[in-house]
């Protein structure tokens, strides 16, 4: 018998449970909208001093809490398990490893991608000027974070954002308040300055008041509803924001793809996390040559799957964070069942659980008229459909409101290569899932409603920075031409400006030389 599990949480404190098992596991503050600002305002403070600091002085820090995190693995991977639901083996091998990988690159490396770079100015450098870029630190950046990976998201970011020279308050997952709080423990414990990492807990009215709290800017992840929310709160301010939001992400299998292994990717690409990834399998579209025989794979692998409490080590899948979550799983499926699709296995919640567990299910005959195909589910489905021909494979891959990631499986991979590009999405791997959230090199992002701007790699990197051109003129003897003091010989000028000097030719400019030194004569004589 399951027991519906309810969290409350009250507007002083927000309570924390184990998914899996119903057990409080801990208490935190519902921070107030004044001990928002409060934070944010110790945290502009503390950045006049990191904004001054190098980066091998940011970095050290970086490595510092890098050491502490691999001594504390046992510990972090086990309170990520718990306060999420996940097994405990993707707590490593999901959250600590790629988050670790991500901390040396950015220490290491964040120095030479944000190097000032020169700017070929064309023609303009004949006249004496040079121009370059800096990066310059944006100054408070807050960051709202989910509960779904709460340590490899919030933690990836505020690596970035420290190293670009920002001080970060972080305001994580009301469902996972305590892996947020270790964040800024284990930050502690390496030593770094006051105020440098905050981190206030609290559900969304102490989010919304961090966007209100006028920060620098704004790295959101969450969901479309809530992105939407803080795009329209930040305009009012103006405040930049980064919005990674959801996913219905699609994934092509060809006849010629090696079908072992992707209907290998394609179970755990499915049921990872209980399916609660935002990259997730949530589409799979087969060619129909093979459809049997792949779904037949499919099936087989999924109901070996091990259902079990996160603790275990030997779960595949474990529960999902809420029962709401839970609940949208349970509309969807039963949406597919009275749309005419047919469940191969599970389709239910797990009574062998008092927890919040949805037995992994594969669903064939599916459309993308099925609701379960077009809103996000976010939980351990696995709905099938068959396709015909590349172009129609295509068509349904971009039929979404929603573009984060998308995989192409065929043994052909210049084949791969051509469809991948044709997809509407944020990233498209060939012969791969759901994983390269976990390269902390690769830009994160999506197209269409999964959001705007990137997280991660460079193209990451520079959401964190303010770019700023330096423009400098060595030249100050002469006049510009283009300055006060027109006149029929200026306007001539500056004809010649737009028949010669526009054109990017030197030798077209050149021609221009005597018609210029007449306007600087001009110039001068007044
Ligand atoms: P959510 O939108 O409910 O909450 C995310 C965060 O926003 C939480 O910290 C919450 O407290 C805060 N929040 C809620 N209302 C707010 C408001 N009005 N103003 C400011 N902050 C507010 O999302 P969730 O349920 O925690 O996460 C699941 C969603 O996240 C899914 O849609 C998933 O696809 C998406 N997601 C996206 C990515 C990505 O990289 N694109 C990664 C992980 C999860």
Not at 22 to 32: H, L, M, Q, T, Y
């Amino acid at each position: 018998m399951s027991a519906v599990l309810s969290f409350p949480t009250t507007s002083e404190e927000i309570i924390s449970y184990n998914p899996a098992t119903g057990e409080e596991i801990g208490r935190v503050p519902n921070a107030s909208a004044e001990t928002v600002e409060n934070t944010v305002e110790k945290s502009r403070r503390a950045f006049q001093m990191w904004r001054e600091t190098s980066y091998r002085h940011r970095a050290k820090f970086i490595m510092k809490t890098r050491e502490i995190i691999l001594s504390e693995m046992d510990e972090i991977a086990r309170l990520v398990s718990d306060e999420s639901g996940k097994p405990v083996a993707e707590a490593f091998s999901a959250e600590i490893s790629p988050t670790l990988d991500l901390m040396q690159y950015f220490a290491r490396n964040a120095q030479k991608i944000l190097k000032p770079e020169k700017i070929n100015i064309g023609q303009f450098k004949f006249l004496g000027r040079s121009s370059k870029i800096i990066y310059k630190p944006l100054g408070v950046v807050g960051i709202i974070s989910p509960w779904n990976f709460p340590l490899a998201i919030p933690l990836g970011e505020v690596v970035m954002a420290l190293m670009a020279g920002n001080t970060v308050v972080l305001k994580p997952s009301e469902l996972t308040p305590l892996v947020g709080l270790k964040i800024g423990e284990i930050f502690e414990k390496a030593g770094l300055p006051e105020n440098v990492l905050q981190v206030v807990t609290g559900d969304g009215k102490t989010g919304a008041a961090l966007v209100e709290a006028d920060v620098n800017k704004i790295m959101f992840t969450g969901s479309v509803a809530t992105g939407k929310k803080i795009a329209e709160n930040a305009a009012k301010t103006l405040t930049p924001v980064v919005l990674e939001l959801g996913g219905k992400d699609p994934m092509i299998i060809f006849a010629d793809a090696n079908l072992e292994a992707a209907s290998s990717a394609a179970v755990w690409g499915a049921f990872t996390n209980s399916g609660q990834a935002c990259s997730s399998v949530e589409r799979l579209y087969v060619e129909k040559s093979i459809a049997e025989k792949f779904t037949n794979l499919v099936v087989e692998k999924t109901v070996k799957l091990r259902q079990n409490l996160g603790s275990e080590e030997t779960t595949d899948v474990g529960a999902m964070v809420s029962e709401n979550q839970l609940k949208i799983v349970e509309d969807h499926v039963a949406d597919f069942e009275k749309s005419g699709a047919k469940i191969l296995t599970g389709g239910r919640r797990n009574e062998n659980f008092q927890g919040t567990f949805f037995q992994p299910t594969v669903i064939a005959d599916t459309n993308n008229s099925m609701r379960g195909m077009r809103e996000e589910t976010f939980g351990p489905t696995l709905p099938i459909a068959v396709f015909a021909t590349e172009k129609e494979a295509v068509e349904l891959a971009n039929d979404s409101d929603f573009g984060l990631t998308a995989s192409v499986w065929t043994s052909d991979i210049s084949k791969g290569k051509r469809i991948a590009e044709k997809i509407m999405a944020g990233t498209v791997m060939v012969n791969e899932v759901l994983y390269t959230h976990g390269i902390g090199q690769t830009p994160w992002g999506g197209f269409k409603q999964s959001g705007y701007g990137r997280t991660h790699g460079k193209l990451g990197l520079l959401e964190l920075v303010a770019p700023q051109h330096i423009h400098v003129n060595r030249n100050t003897l002469l006049p510009d031409v283009w300055w006060f003091g027109y006149s029929a010989n200026a306007i001539e000028t500056f004809r010649g400006f737009a028949r010669n000097f526009a054109t990017g030719s030197l030798f077209q400019t050149a021609r221009l030389a005597p018609q210029l030194l007449k306007r600087i004569k001009e110039l001068k004589r007044k």
